[in-house]
């Protein structure tokens, strides 16, 4: 297995011994990753009709989601944004808006589309606040990730690793529940959810 980064990380322990590592810094000294699709903003529930026939033709989407920062200890804040992506196009389901619609609630369900993500046990516990439901055909890549070599399990070292590019993490702790995104809310939730995306395919091709 070969990797395109020349600063990875030696592992430091003997349970590590044949997994890669990175550090921050090093992973702070490589060029930023964006994606640079199409980005579309749902924010009614016509619109997240015509996006979920959309995304049912395909096989693979990568997912992740936002949620407005919370200050106080112990305290979380409800899902904001869910983020669908292909390799070209990114949807960004504005929940606080329209809710968890029917039609989400299916794809969720559906077995025969892949859904690719990262930590998806917490965001199932968020999402099922607002409505219930029975995921369905999800992959969480850091359930995965040390098949393939890789001992890190946050997604932008995980990125770092395979493709040496950084994604930026600085709009993170925006507020995900303003009236308007701005470009670069849109931006950072669409990069996210396409990382995911490539991250799978990336180790399918190995």
Excluded at 4 to 23: G, Q, W, Y
Excluded at 87 to 97: G, H, P, Q, S, W
Excluded at 106 to 129: H, W
Aim: net charge neutral.
């Amino acid at each position: 297995m070969s990797f395109n980064s020349s600063n990875i990380k030696e592992p430091v322990t003997a349970e590590e011994e044949n997994l890669i590592f990175i550090s921050k810094e090093d992973v702070a000294l490589f060029d930023k990753e964006f994606f640079e699709g199409r980005i579309i903003v749902i924010q009614s529930n016509e619109e997240a009709k015509k996006a979920i026939a959309y995304l049912s033709d395909f096989n693979i989407v990568g997912i992740d989601t936002e949620s407005k920062p919370s200050f106080k200890k112990g305290k979380r804040n409800k899902i904001s944004l869910l983020q669908v992506s292909t390799n070209d196009t990114c949807f960004l389901f504005r929940l606080k808006n329209i809710g968890f619609t029917p039609e989400i609630v299916a794809f969720f369900e559906n077995e025969n589309i892949t859904k690719v993500g990262l930590s998806l046990k917490d965001d199932f516990m968020m999402l099922k606040n607002i409505a219930n439901f029975t995921p369905k055909g999800f992959i969480d890549i850091q359930t995965i990730i040390c098949n393939y070599g890789i001992g890190e399990k946050s997604l932008q070292k995980i990125y770092a690793i395979l493709f040496g590019k950084k994604i930026s993490k600085t709009q993170r702790l925006s507020n995900w529940e303003a009236d308007v995104l701005t470009d670069a809310q849109k931006r950072y939730a669409a990069t996210d959810a396409w990382a995911t995306l490539r991250i799978y395919e990336k180790l399918q091709n190995m």
